[in-house]
């Protein structure tokens, strides 16, 4: 007993600051939000020949229209981007880094799709979620073919450091019990049925969040005939948190907003 | 050396060789080399087929630690061969998954049923629904069956369990998979390319350096590229951070389990700090854009290194105060103790690897059997334990963990002390292109134990086959007979015990 006490004692009070407080660190080599800005070169397309997912589009839409804006027509869906950070060095004009801003999710697909005059954050706020969940969501989650990345940086903010828990945010074992399903993984064939019959069995007014790139657009599993490109041809997705794996201040800072909660916002 | 010894071809971990060169042996001869190999104290770390002209070449990959080397020998089947399950149990996953991906029959095997639910290979083949097969059944009065899965109560991945019982007591547990089977091996093929990495990087997000630094050497196997020493280092400290981090996850999870609150809330912070550290290498928690074909994306300088080791030595100092509280705790260890036991025999004989194996009592380690890397000129042992029980595997664990401390600590002073050293960044361009017709041979010891990749390459130097096991595939059944007459509460502890990849194992 006394030994547990002293270890209590020298393990000290954990539990961050934040949102209201000084934001965690985060590591000086952090991928986050890419920022475009400059001129692009006329016809180049080293960017989005260096992603192997799709993520870049240069010039002409596949629907004939333009992409981003007049110098630099170029866009980037963080929807397939797994922040491998290519792009940006494949870039002879350096137009595009990745920037240490951790928000990154968006409550709209389309708000995923960024361009050189981007807002700094899209928003992730949900009525629903504000209406109802305010003070208290509680989440069921699938994986759906996720590879425990996405998992353990969500499971993380259940621990004492992060302690969603204050916002009354906690992952529930039955989705009866939920309000939301946060999906992870790019859903494989042998996962749909079992993640159509969870998000069934949620009791309304039900909510559906999209953890990682692979659950929003397939991620790294883009095309394979054994999985289907994510959630959303599921599931209506609510909320899309991309990354690989999204940092838990991406994932917390998405959740906080998803409910109207005020957070301390990227500088 | 036996007579058999000569007609397996020994190479050493990490290299390359004309695929032609592998021996061919009679289907005969090669059950009985292989059996009497693998008799001999060596490891059946992999085995699978590869298709040619309307049959089918089976390779085996056998490791040996007497020799430091692996061992590489193959034989050609039509159809189907005498089964090597029943004198060699360690293949009975392995002879599944040639039957599921290719329809050839081991013979004898006991049930070859599906392992992933795969998509067939072979045009025509029945193609199995996710979960739908047979099941081992249990008849009696007050036998009953607990079915869990696949979405379980926690955020964990998915996969089927099923529980034949008796009362409380677990008879059998039958654990069906593939449910996260996202189709990586069958991508692999035709690569490298740019995705490939991310492929390695996923297949186990939880063992991202274990799979990518596997690759990586696999590549500079074939190209002949020699990493840097400083990439070495580099990679090295990435795969022993991965260990601390998921060890001390395990070990405050465990503590959970048995509702012990302090060491699973402690540890669950000190993971996150361990993940912290391996971000400050790469900036990213898991090491995703770690390492690449020929060396590493990241660099250390001295600042960087002084900035780890003041981590590491807080890290250190609160995990000497979180995990011996739990074994210095009798309710703790009265749960832990005698539960979910595998004897040393069993853990042989289905080959389990990585700390399930030395908790059995079975010192097996790649970083000492097949020594590669920066790794080689390190001080180390392998930690056994002798009791196979859930208090073995925390106890094997926290022993790792220190020993893994120490190294973190010599890798960071030699990075320091090679600071001036040149550095091979930049390099993945130019092992791009293959050379064709060969096959590599490239394991690592992960977290979980032993991962093997095994490539070969085409006329026109692309990746006509390209074979991963995850530590997990050799070990989920040692999770089943760890189950074998103990409670059915018990099996979240065991479960934990073994901590598991689901999606490693369904690729």
Redesign the interface.
Known sequence: ML??L???F??GY?TMKYPRGSVP?L?????GRPRLEGTCPEGCRACAD????GAITVGARPDGSNAGVAGMPVELDMGRC?????CAAACPSKNIAFTRNWQLAAARREDLVITAESPRRASCLSATAKKYYYKSLKLR????????????????L????WDMGRFGIQ?V??PRHADALLIT??V????A??LEK?WAALPGPRLAIACGT?AIGG???LD????LNGACTTVPIDLFIPG??P??LTILDALLRFQGIKVTDSP | MTASDETILFIPNGSAVPTAQVPVLRMGTWLGVVANCLAGGNRLSALFAIEADNRHQLFAVLGSPARKQVGVVSTFVSGSYPCLTTDCPSAHWFEREIYELHGVEPEGHPWLKPV????PHVQGRFRPT?GVTGFFGMEGAEVHEVGVG??H??????GHFRFQCHGETVYHLEISL??????IE??LTGGP???TI??L??????S?MAHASTYCRLVEALTGVRPSRHSQIVRALGIELERMANHC?DLGALAGDVGFL?TQ??C??I??EIL?MT????????G??LTIPGGVR?ELNRERCDSLRKRLDAIEA?LV??VP?MF??PSVMARMDGTGIVTRDDAIAVGLVGPAARASGVPVDVRVDLPYGAIDDLEFHVPTCTAGDCAARASIRWMEMRQSIEMVRALLAAAIRDDAAPRANGVEQAVRTLPGNMMAVSLSEGWRGEVCHVAATDGDGRFSFYKMVDPSFHNWFGLALSLRNQQISDFPLCNKSFNL???GH?L
Do not use: W
């Not at chain 1, 494989?188 to 996962?191: G, K």
């Not at chain 2, 992933?116 to 998509?119: A, D, L």
């Not at chain 2, 109560?153 to 998915?158: F, N, S, T």
């Open positions: 030994r547990v002293k270890a209590r020298f393990q954990r660190e590591p000086d080599r952090f991928q260096a992603c192997p997912y797994l922040f491998c950070g290519n989650q699938v994986s759906a073919a996720g590879c425990n990345a996405c998992e353990a940086d969500s499971n993380v259940g621990t004492p450091a992952f074992a039955s993984g790019p494989s064939e042998n996962m049925l079992a969870t692979c991620g790294p599993f394979h005939p054994e999985t690989c794996p940092h838990p | 992933r639910f795969v998509r996710i696949p979405v109560a926690g955020v964990i991945e998915p593939g449910y996260q089977h996202r189709g069958r991508a390319d740019g995705r991310h492929y990087e996923t297949a186990a997000g939880d991202t996850g302090p809330n402690y669950s912070r993971r996150g912290n971000a400050v290498i790469c900036g990213n928690r898991f995703r854009n990241h609160d105060s979180a509280l210095e705790t990849s689901y999606c369904d």
